[in-house]
């Protein structure tokens, strides 16, 4: 089965004329069907011709009609609200290229890029995606009358992709957006983009929330660690999302941000109709102390691992089936510390070995841990670090407790 990228939706200024290929199409033939449109409240249908086939509506009841047209209000009035706080975000970044014999020495090469974001509040603050400034030399940002503005950068967060700009305009200008709860949010629901795909300013599209509690392992990589910080807690969205989205706000019904556009699941680059939006949530716990900081300290276990699987079961001969296996253990970090214990049996399977034999995590402080995703989601948003917390493990059949002091997550 092929494996679809992850694609982060940041675009290039550069944008190419699109053709639209639709001169056949208006070319004069001759009348074999004339099909009026559906019977409208208020709308004259035209008399036919004699002698040409006529198709016979099915009415619509006004009843349609005014469902149709409060649905359309509904988003009418979302846009002319949100619309004026979302803006376009434009970068000039230095392109570093390897070294090349008999190139002029001094000569440097820009590239200019562009994505979303979103003004905070008539402080001036404005949030986007980590990845969308990362790097960048200059920073403008575009408002929906056009207007521009330099930009500086206030924070960055590489590990939830946010980062927060400031801009020097008065507050009686600005129009903020609302935060609102993404603990709420359901699988099904209306979920609105607004953003600046390929350069197109305010462009407005619809779905729902296709899925809840997504990880994406787009954090930074860590030396010490040997890998991959990754988000969780990610929603999941079928409203199209492409390049130029990034830093864009995804909307509920009543215009309320529950998200940041970030990434789609891609192998061209473009929208698939699977998109991804770190949660509010999110906002909320690490913008505050970008603002503050500039920068946010992770809470830190200090472990790799892997959801249980039955394999896992079979061959430890566990007394549980979910949790989270301990695979590896950061030398002197706060688990190695506390005394987890890293998997050290290869076990042979037909899918390859597995490394095995590792303590096996089934609660926090009580709360239960049916995967890793659920240790991690309680590490990020229930816990600090220098904060002490109690692993409930299973070791050799057996369970027992295991304090652990979460130290700070490094940020090499």
Not at 392 to 401: A, P
Request: aromatic letters at 6%; charged letters at 20%.
């Amino acid at each position: 089965m092929k494996k679809l990228g992850i694609v982060l939706a940041i675009g290039l200024l550069t944008l190419s004329t699109l053709g639209c290929g639709l001169c056949g199409l208006f070319g004069s033939r001759p009348d074999i069907l004339n099909v009026p449109s559906p019977t409208v409240p208020g709308r004259e249908v035209p008399t036919p011709r004699t002698g040409v086939l006529v198709a016979t509506p099915t009415p619509l009841s006004p009843e349609f009609y005014a469902e149709l047209a409060s649905d359309e209000e509904l988003l009418i009035n979302l846009y002319k609200r949100v619309n004026p706080a979302v803006v376009n975000i434009r970068v000039v970044k230095l392109v570093e290229f390897p070294e090349i014999p008999d190139w002029p020495e001094g000569e440097d090469f820009y590239q200019q890029g562009q994505g979303s974001g979103f003004v905070l509040n008539t402080d001036g603050y404005i949030v986007t995606n980590n990845h969308v400034i990362s790097g960048a030399e200059e920073v403008d940002v575009v408002f929906h009358d056009g207007t521009i503005v330099s930009a500086s950068i206030i924070g960055t967060d590489p590990d939830s992709d946010l980062a927060v700009l400031q801009v020097d305009v008065s507050p009686d200008w600005l129009t903020s957006v609302e935060l609102g709860n993404s603990d709420e949010l359901q699988v099904g629901q209306r979920a609105v983009a607004i953003g600046n795909p390929f350069g197109l300013n305010g462009t407005l599209t619809v779905g729902i929330i296709s899925g809840l509690g997504r990880t994406l392992p787009l954090g930074h990589i860590s030396e010490q660690v040997g890998g991959r910080f990754s988000i969780p807690e990610v929603i999941q969205t079928d409203a199209a999302i492409n390049p130029g989205n990034s830093g864009g706000p995804l909307l509920d019904s009543y215009g309320a941000v529950i998200g940041i556009n970030t990434a789609i699941n891609s192998e061209g680059g473009t929208n698939s109709g699977v998109g991804f939006a770190v949660p509010v949530n999110t906002i909320k716990r690490v913008i505050p102390r970008l603002i503050s900081e500039g920068y946010y300290p992770y809470p830190w276990l200090g472990i790799t691992g892997r959801d249980l699987s039955q394999i896992d079961v079979d061959a430890m001969d566990l007394p549980v089936d979910r949790g989270a296996l301990v695979v590896a253990v950061t030398p002197d970090g706060p688990a190695d510390l506390a005394g987890i214990r890293a998997g050290d049996e290869e076990y042979e399977t037909k899918y390859g070995k597995l490394l095995v034999g590792g303590d096996v995590i089934t609660a926090i402080d009580d709360s239960p841990v049916q995967d890793f995703d659920d240790l991690l989601e309680y590490l990020l948003s229930e816990t600090r670090p220098g904060q002490r917390v109690l692993l409930t493990i299973i070791r050799e059949g057996e369970e027992l407790s295991v304090p652990v002091v979460l130290q700070e997550r490094p940020r090499d």
